[in-house]
T-cell receptor, first 108, second 113 residues
């Protein structure tokens, strides 16, 4: 069946550095992917999405890259800030499947 | 604009008790869903609805029941609570089932003793 997974459960990054969070998926028919951010004690919140006809999409300080050949997507956060500390999830095809999440901790 | 509202925020039950987790949205979204979140397992889909009167099972539906009598409300019922249902529950909604980002509620933390 379909599955979406993140490569690393935790990521520690220095404030001001760039963060890269990876996600692999197994369903080659997936055509829509979303990244969510979940802060402690809150529900997930939409960050950015990408459709399968695109390789890259940019938002404010965030970029999502999609490599359909190896079924991999990544979320890049530029100039990471303390407020970026959270759990990040990738989801495919309207949230039918979520990865376990990567916990990002920003060091001052 | 309240978005997705879940009640209660916290609940403690005894094994065998039943209860209903409430979820309401004021965005006129057609699609609503329930997830449970357990440590290290991400979000798992319990049930979902693509519109009023229509519901379907997700990945982990056993022990839960849902109904969708109105567009706004999507309650989740625990028929006979078990310790394995101790979890954080999230309700989410979106404009449609087709490739739309989800809006999540703030969650209900449920403990079953």
């Amino acid at each position: 069946g379909e599955s979406v997974g993140l490569h690393l459960p935790t990521l520690s990054v220095q404030e001001g550095d760039n963060s890269i969070i990876n996600c692999a998926y197994s369903n080659s028919a997936s055509d829509y992917f979303i990244w969510y951010k979940q802060e402690s004690g809150k529900g997930p919140q939409f960050i950015i999405d990408i459709r399968s006809n695109m390789d890259k999409r940019q938002g404010q300080r965030v970029t999502v890259l999609l490599n359909k050949t190896v079924k991999h997507l990544s979320l890049q956060i530029a100039a990471t800030q303390p407020g970026d500390s959270a759990v990040y999830f990738c989801a495919e095809n309207h949230g039918l499947s979520f990865g376990a999440g990567t916990t990002v901790t920003v060091r001052a | 604009n309240a978005g997705v509202t879940q009640t209660p925020k916290f609940q403690v039950l005894k094994t065998g008790q039943s209860m209903t987790l409430q979820c309401a949205q004021d965005m006129n979204h057609e699609y609503m869903s329930w997830y449970r979140q357990d440590p290290g397992m991400g979000l798992r889909l319990i049930h979902y609805s693509v519109g009023a009167g229509i519901t379907d099972q997700g990945e982990v539906p056993n022990g839960y029941n849902v109904s969708r009598s109105t567009t706004e409300d999507f309650p989740l019922r625990l028929l006979s609570a078990a310790p394995s249902q101790t979890s954080v529950y999230f309700c989410a909604s979106s404009y449609s089932y087709l490739d739309e980002k989800l809006f999540f509620g703030s969650g209900t933390q449920l403990s079953v003793l």
